[in-house]
């Protein structure tokens, strides 16, 4: 039975209820961790205030503001972490419109479907599994149908995967490595015949495990948006109370690279992993213009003393660059730091980087005339940077 909509901070432990279930749909490779969304939210906003995340990757920070009863507003300007947010806060409501919609996918599957663009596609998917997937390619229409968006969800959740896990050859779950490493990898480990997965059976079986709680009692209850948040973050019915948000790390995060094949999967990108680096932002002045005009549009829909919570990159070409745009956009608050944990993975190790990394740090921005949370116990008091 779904955690009731009273329920200030529902237990997302375990797999128990509808809420648990939805709220880690959507492997991402850069997500805040639920219980951080969950603690940080329960202590830093009251229930029908308004939590907004221009930033919001798969959603985790709106759905766990949804489920707890406050406003949800969020935007991304990444097909495939839209579609995430967009369906755990607003799965369409039947499992059994689900799998007919998963059955009419497969009915569409044409011979040519089935065959292979490259060798990566033929040592990642066997003809039965390619055939489904590019049959949803051209059937899903994600971006109007709710029911649709469901489904190409699913298939985004399952399309790579540990053997046995999803429709693919052994493959990392969180982002798409490069098809010529993928190729060499699977050669060298005599990884040359993809399993051989009835897709159709296979995501209605998943789609039946995710429903087996329900849907969310609060789904519906957020408003999210795919785009540029300068021009794109949806209105929220009352001005946010907190803005918690991770920006993109200067000269690091590229979500088109590392979203490539679900991008492909979704019709969004070619069916070879596109390097290009307008998503990774290497250029100073474009990083910190993008920077500023998404927290401007922020500030926008924000009431004047909402408490801000960035989570940033600690190496200072992003760390220095949100420190000086927060600092001019909220000069009546007060900073806080504090270095957040350190990852367990880095994305350069995935490459055979094992290095120490600088790691995050977290900024929280409180208004002078509000006393320090106890949440932010830890965090040390700066100048805030005023130009």
């Known amino acids: ?68 009863g406050r406003g949800a507003v969020g935007c991304d300007v990444n097909p495939v972490a839209w579609l995430y947010a967009s369906v755990k806060t607003d ?3 039947s499992l059994a419109d689900v799998q007919h919609r998963i059955e009419e996918v497969a009915v569409a599957v044409r011979p040519h479907d089935r065959l292979p663009a490259n060798e990566f596609q033929a040592l990642a998917y066997a003809p039965n599994a390619l055939g489904f997937i590019n049959a949803a390619r051209r059937v899903l229409q994600w971006r109007e149908s709710r029911l649709d968006r469901t489904v190409a969800a699913f298939l985004l959740q399952h399309l ?28 060298a480990r005599g990884l040359t015949t993809p399993p ?8 209605a079986e998943r789609a039946a495990w995710r429903y087996a709680k329900g849907v969310p009692e609060r789904a519906g209850n957020a408003r999210l948006s795919l785009g540029d948040a300068t021009d794109a973050l949806p209105d929220g019915e009352a001005e ?4 918690l948000t991770s920006p993109p790390y200067a000269g690091v995060t590229n979500y088109r690279s590392d979203n490539w094949l679900r991008l492909w999967a979704l019709g969004e990108g070619p069916p070879r992993v596109d390097w290009s680096t307008s998503q990774k932002f290497t250029n100073p002045e474009k990083y910190e213009t993008m920077l500023n005009s998404v927290m401007q549009s922020a500030r926008d829909r924000a009431r004047s003393d909402a408490i801000w919570y960035l989570r940033v990159d600690a190496r200072e070409r992003t760390l220095a660059v949100a420190r000086r745009i927060m600092g001019a956009l909220l000069p009546a608050h007060r900073r806080y730091e504090r270095p957040s944990s350190p990852p367990r993975r880095t994305q350069t190790a995935l490459y055979g980087d094992h290095r120490v990394k600088p790691g995050d740090v977290d900024l929280v921005y409180v208004p002078r005339n509000r006393r320090k949370p106890a949440l932010l116990r830890s965090f040390s008091l700066a100048r805030v940077a005023r130009g």
């Open 91 to 93: 799965p369409h409501p």
């Open 196 to 203: 051989d997965v009835d897709a159709a059976s296979f995501l």
């Open 240 to 243: 946010a109370a907190l803005v």
């Open 160 to 187: 790579h995967a540990k053997l046995g896990q999803g429709l693919s050859n052994q493959m990392r779950p969180s982002r798409a490595m490069c098809p010529d490493y993928s190729v060499r990898w699977w050669r």
């Open 1 to 68: 039975m779904s955690a009731p909509a009273c329920c200030e901070t529902p237990d997302l432990t375990g797999f128990r209820t509808a809420e648990a279930r939805w709220a880690r749909l959507g492997p991402y490779y850069a997500m805040f961790p639920v219980e951080f969304a969950r603690e940080t939210i329960g202590a830093l906003s009251r229930p029908g205030d308004t939590v907004l995340d221009p930033f919001c990757g798969r959603g985790t920070a709106p759905y766990v503001a949804m489920i707890s």
